[in-house]
C-alpha cells in the first residue's frame, strides 16, 4: 500500500484521524458541513471511500483528501444507508467512480429527499425555519436545547448555502447481504444484515485491522436518531458487534469508539424504550417524557441532541402505543 502524505489534510468540516496504515476517519466537525462521518480506506491499487457527507463542499474536500492521501482517483464510494447526511455529497465523485448500497437503501434514496427538493425548489421556507430558530434561541434559557439550536442554525444555514448547486447522485451499484473487496493491499467486506437504524443498513469491515465503519448503527457520546428504527434490530446488531473481535469502530456520528461504546449505545435504546413503555401504562404523553432526566451518561447526551431526543420519545410512543 502506498501512502502519499506524511502530514493529514486539514478541512473545515471535518478532522482526519488515521487509524492504520492507509485506513483515515473524517469525523465530521460539529461547525462544518459534514454533519456526519466518513472513511478513506486504500485497498492497494484502488481507494475506498466509506459515506459522503451532506454537503457538496465537505464531500469536495473530502475527495481532495484522499486523493492528496492516496495519489490517484477514488475508485469505490459506499453509502451506508439512506439519509440525506450521508451521501448527498455523491455528486462530487463522477462517473468513473463507481457507488454502492443495498437494493432497499437505492430504493429509499429518493424520498429521502423530498424535503431537500422542496426547499430547493421555495428556499424561503428553510430560511423561515432558520429564523423560526433564531428566535427561539433569543428566549430559550434550557442549556441544552440552545446548543440544539445554535447546531440547528448552522446545519440549516450550510444547507441553504448550497441548495443552488445541489443535485443527487444515486449508487450505480447494489449489493445483498455481502460484497468483498479483494485489495492488492489489504480485503474489506461490505455486510448488511437488514434493518437497524433504517429499513437497511450497510458497514464495511476491515478484517485483519479489527476496524469497522458502521455509519449510523453507531452513534457515540451522543444521542441515537431512533424515529425510523427498528429497536429490538438495531439492539440485535449491536449485540453482534460486540460479540465480533473487532476493536476499532467508526460511527456516523460521535468520536472512534470500542466495544465500550456499543454496549452504552445498546443500552440507551433499551433505557429509553423502556421510559417510554413505562410512560405508556401510565398515561403519560410524549411532551411529558421529554420533560425527563436521563440517568447518567445519557443526560450528557443531551446537549445539542434535544431534538434527536424529542424525536426518539415521540418514534417510540406511537410505535408502543400502537402494540
Not at 446548543?147 to 451499484?173: A, G, H, W, Y
Request: charged fraction near 20%.
Amino acid at each position: 500500500m502506498k501512502q502519499i502524505a506524511s502530514v493529514l489534510p486539514t478541512s473545515e468540516h471535518f478532522k482526519l484521524a488515521q487509524i492504520s496504515e492507509g485506513v483515515y476517519a473524517a469525523v465530521a466537525i460539529t461547525e462544518g458541513g459534514a454533519f456526519s462521518n466518513a472513511g478513506i480506506i486504500d485497498l492497494g491499487e484502488h481507494t475506498l471511500i466509506f459515506d459522503t457527507f451532506m454537503t457538496p463542499q465537505a464531500a469536495k474536500d473530502l475527495q481532495a483528501a484522499a486523493e492528496h492521501l492516496m495519489g490517484r482517483p477514488v475508485t469505490y464510494v459506499i453509502n451506508s444507508h439512506a439519509h440525506s447526511d450521508h451521501w448527498c455529497g455523491n455528486q462530487v465523485f463522477g462517473p468513473p467512480t463507481t457507488i454502492i448500497a443495498t437494493h432497499i437503501t437505492r430504493e429509499t434514496m429518493p424520498q429521502a429527499i423530498d424535503y431537500l427538493k422542496q426547499f430547493k425548489k421555495d428556499p424561503s421556507a428553510l430560511e423561515k425555519e432558520i429564523q423560526k430558530d433564531q428566535e427561539r434561541l433569543k428566549t430559550e434559557t434550557d442549556a441544552r436545547w440552545r446548543v440544539t439550536l445554535e447546531t440547528s442554525i448552522v446545519r440549516m444555514r450550510s444547507v441553504l448555502e448550497e441548495l443552488p448547486k445541489l443535485d443527487f447522485r444515486f449508487p450505480n451499484q447494489t449489493f445483498e447481504k455481502k460484497l468483498v473487496f479483494h485489495g492488492t493491499g489489504r480485503m474489506a467486506e461490505l455486510l448488511t444484515v437488514g434493518e437497524g437504524h433504517t429499513s437497511s443498513d450497510a458497514y464495511l469491515l476491515l478484517p485483519a485491522e479489527r476496524i469497522m465503519f458502521i455509519g449510523d448503527l453507531g452513534f457515540f457520546q451522543s444521542q441515537p436518531f431512533m424515529a425510523h428504527c427498528d429497536p429490538q434490530a438495531w439492539r440485535a446488531q449491536l449485540e453482534k458487534m460486540e460479540q465480533s473481535n473487532i476493536e476499532i469502530f467508526v460511527p456516523g456520528h460521535g468520536p472512534l469508539g470500542t466495544k465500550k461504546d456499543i454496549a452504552l449505545q445498546k443500552q440507551y435504546i433499551a433505557m429509553l424504550k423502556e421510559i417510554v413503555a413505562q410512560a405508556v401504562r401510565e398515561g403519560q404523553s410524549p411532551e411529558e417524557i421529554v420533560q425527563q432526566s436521563l440517568p447518567s451518561p445519557f443526560d450528557a447526551w443531551l446537549s445539542g441532541g434535544m431534538a434527536r431526543f424529542e424525536a426518539n420519545v415521540h418514534s417510540l410512543y406511537q410505535r408502543l402505543s400502537s402494540q
